[in-house]
């Protein structure tokens, strides 16, 4: 695999409270507005990543698992 | 039921109900494996109880079947470790599905050098008659009364007086404290109209125990089955553990609408088996379909009237965090109760029960929720990152952390609370004794719970502290007694040159790389709550 970011524990011990925190976060959501929130949380963490190259990589491998 | 034989206690004529009992230091109300654990550990403390069960055989059921490695180390602690050992089941390997595919399969202890494993599957009937067998070693001390139901309680300030109904008629107790184990629906509380708040999940589930000559696993080993949208029952989770005597535990997650009578009829219920299990012959042993939710007191302690158990939490069974939270507590009170009960310590030493436990109790339903969360999604929104988490799992390492189908219960640490110092060593303040072998086939956990002790391991001196015992790992000396270690992991789990200060319970209360006796004198005065207002220390 080309990502080698995805192959990494980049969160380690905090992985459920990510998750809880992520699950939260659409609380109260409808699912149009749960798509919105998801487009947008995604356009932050790539602003957060900010390195063309890993986020290449990352859409490459999300895209791998579609049916 | 097939294969365990219930044999009734006998149940005798209470002295209460022809004159009125003095007044008994602890009663105790329920003699499940909470009760019955709290009595021994009194007892191996010198102090006398008397256990009241409106029962008379052990559990009807498996029900608790999943026991820690920690829950074993107190087990051992209060003399039935090596009995559940033998007899229970020793799994390691927990294997993930999702449909039809293995994810990924893990080790649970894939360290060497423990007495006990990290989980053992033993049915709580075994285990109460185990605790049963033991309170017989201790007749002086533990006064078991079956069909003895405690109707009503009230605490008048310095002692609590039980109104108590047995087959023969009622009769009053009075006790010095009135510990409540009689569990999730514990009456003591529904008479004080203490709240019980958290959450409530609307799933129901199946449990099924089977009994089956030949193993569905594709090994000879024991293993953990854990399945999200299984072929055999779509939509849903399942989960195959092994118990002793050929006995499989199935459980069967049946969505919020489910109707509990109905499934839990057999021609329901064996078409369901005959989809995980093929074509192999087994008996239907016992079953139970149940909701349930997380929940907890606000105080654990009240007065007179302590709450050890489930009638001060209850958890998901995600995570086996019910009977081993509960073993926890048992071990975090015994010690305390019985200081205040000699006059060594001040009543207040009870409330850091309550802050200790109340504070694993609410890790406990933190995980146990997220679990539930993750199996039982309540949303499309909620399903979708669940099932994109599965696909990216059978690749991915870090997707496969993500997999929540429950966080086994591992020793609660209680670093920052208000008995333990700051220490400086490998092992910190607060967390539970950690094992290694000793010569001779034995352990260092057989020797580092019980009581405070001072222990020195590897190349140090363990100096003379005023009502301490101390014990040399690693070294000799002709002051105080020493262990030799098997090899080097009892001195490198702990640190060459390292002293420790354990609590009864086994926790560390505080470290020290050097010994100076004023800074242990002062951890102890604190370990055992003699320190009032302590600096640095906060629940």
Redesign the interface.
Same mark, same amino acid.
């Given at each position: 695999?080309n990502d080698k970011g995805?192959?990494?524990?980049?969160?380690g011990a905090d992985?459920?409270a990510f998750?809880?925190a992520?699950?939260a976060a659409?609380d109260g959501?409808d699912?149009i507005q749960?798509h919105a929130l998801n487009a947008r949380l995604v356009l932050l963490m790539a602003n957060e990543i900010g390195d063309m190259t890993a986020l290449a990589a990352i859409l490459q491998?999300a895209r791998k698992?579609d049916d | 039921m097939a294969q365990y034989h219930y044999t009734p206690f006998e149940y005798h004529k209470p002295p209460g109900l022809t004159r009125k009992e003095d007044r008994h230091d602890v009663v105790i109300v329920g003699a499940g494996p909470i009760g019955l654990a709290m009595a021994i550990d009194l007892a191996l403390r010198g102090v006398s109880s008397v256990v009241l069960d409106d029962n008379d055989v052990v559990s009807v059921g498996s029900r608790a079947i999943c026991w820690a490695k920690r829950t074993l180390e107190i087990f051992d602690r209060l003399g039935v470790g090596e009995r559940m050992l033998d007899k229970g089941v020793t799994w390691k390997v927990g294997r993930l599905f999702h449909g039809k595919d293995e994810v990924y399969n893990f080790d649970l202890l894939p360290e060497d050098g423990h007495k006990y494993p990290a989980f053992i599957n033993l049915q709580q009937y075994y285990v109460e008659q185990y605790l049963v067998d033991r309170v017989r070693d201790f007749p002086d001390l533990i006064d078991l009364r079956f069909k003895n139901q405690v109707v009503d309680h009230k605490d008048h300030g310095d002692h609590v007086v039980l109104q108590v109904e047995t087959p023969d008629g009622a009769y009053d107790l009075e006790a010095g404290y009135f510990i409540a184990c009689d569990g999730a629906g514990s009456a003591t509380r529904g008479r004080m109209g203490l709240a019980f708040d958290g959450q409530t999940f609307e799933e129901h589930f199946l449990i099924v125990d089977v009994e089956m000559q030949d193993s569905p696993f594709a090994t000879d080993q024991p293993e953990r089955w854990f399945w999200f949208e299984p072929p055999f029952h779509p939509g849903q989770s399942a989960l195959l553990h092994q118990q002793p005597d050929n006995i499989y535990r199935i459980d069967l997650q049946l969505g919020p609408d489910a109707d509990p009578a109905g499934e839990a009829a057999e021609e329901k219920v064996i078409p369901r088996i005959k989809a995980i299990v093929g074509d192999k012959p087994f008996n239907l042993d016992w079953m139970s379909v149940y909701k349930f939710r997380c929940a907890k007191l606000d105080r654990f302690v009240h007065n007179r009237v302590l709450f050890v158990g489930d009638s001060a939490h209850v958890v998901s069974p995600f995570g086996a965090r019910g009977g081993n939270g509960g073993i926890q507590d048992v071990d975090n009170l015994g010690w305390k109760l019985a200081a205040v009960l000699a006059g060594a310590a001040d009543p207040e030493l009870l409330d850091t029960y309550h802050d200790e436990r109340s504070h694993g109790s609410q890790e406990n339903i933190m995980?146990s929720s997220?679990a539930t969360? %993750?199996m039982t999604p309540k949303?499309?929104? $909620?399903a979708v %990152?669940r099932n $994109?988490?599965l &696909?990216?799992a059978h690749?991915?390492? %870090?997707a496969r &952390?993500?997999i929540?189908s429950g966080?086994l219960s591992v020793p609660c640490s209680l670093e920052g609370g208000a008995l333990q110092s700051e220490g400086d060593c490998v092992v910190g303040s607060g967390h539970a004794v950690v094992d290694a072998p000793l010569r001779n086939r034995e352990w260092l956990v057989e020797r580092l719970q019980g009581d405070f002790l001072l222990a020195g391991f590897g190349d140090v001196k363990v100096p003379e502290v005023s009502g301490l015992s101390r014990l040399g790992v690693g070294h000799s000396s002709d002051e105080y007694p020493c262990v030799e270690p098997a090899n080097e992991y009892a001195v490198s789990r702990y640190g060459d040159g390292s002293i420790y200060l354990f609590r009864p319970d086994g926790h560390v209360a505080a470290s020290f790389s050097s010994s100076d006796v004023n800074l242990i004198s002062a951890a102890f005065d604190r370990a055992r709550g003699l320190t009032k207002n302590p600096a640095g220390g906060s629940s």
């Open positions: 695999m995805a192959e990494k524990d980049g969160l992985g459920d998750y809880e992520l699950m659409h959501l699912e749960g491998t698992f | 995980n997220r969360n %993750f949303t499309p929104m $909620e %990152f $994109e988490v &696909k990216l690749d991915l390492p %870090f &952390k993500l929540n966080r």
